[in-house]
């Protein structure tokens, strides 16, 4: 069974960030479920734990980046 990310042991295999909602965003490239590109996604089973542990560590600003766009682009509206 996999055990949570712990950034502090980068040895530690931490568990995919997959979370069963597999849409790729065209214009970002990125999951909108897990944030990964498909190339992360690909490679998972094969990367090493510490590469595991940095792409872990990319997902939060990626979301955040996307989250904040999207507000951003919601709230403007288009001209006429």
Known sequence: MNQPSDPDNPTSDPPSPCNSICIIDPET???????????????????????????????????????????NEGGQNEPE
């Open 29 to 71: 490239g990125y999951c909108e479920g897990c944030y990964r590109d498909l190339h992360e996604i690909a490679e998972w089973p094969m990367l090493s734990a510490e590469d595991k542990h940095r792409v872990i560590a990319e997902l939060a600003g990626r979301r955040k980046f996307i989250k904040n766009d999207e507000r």
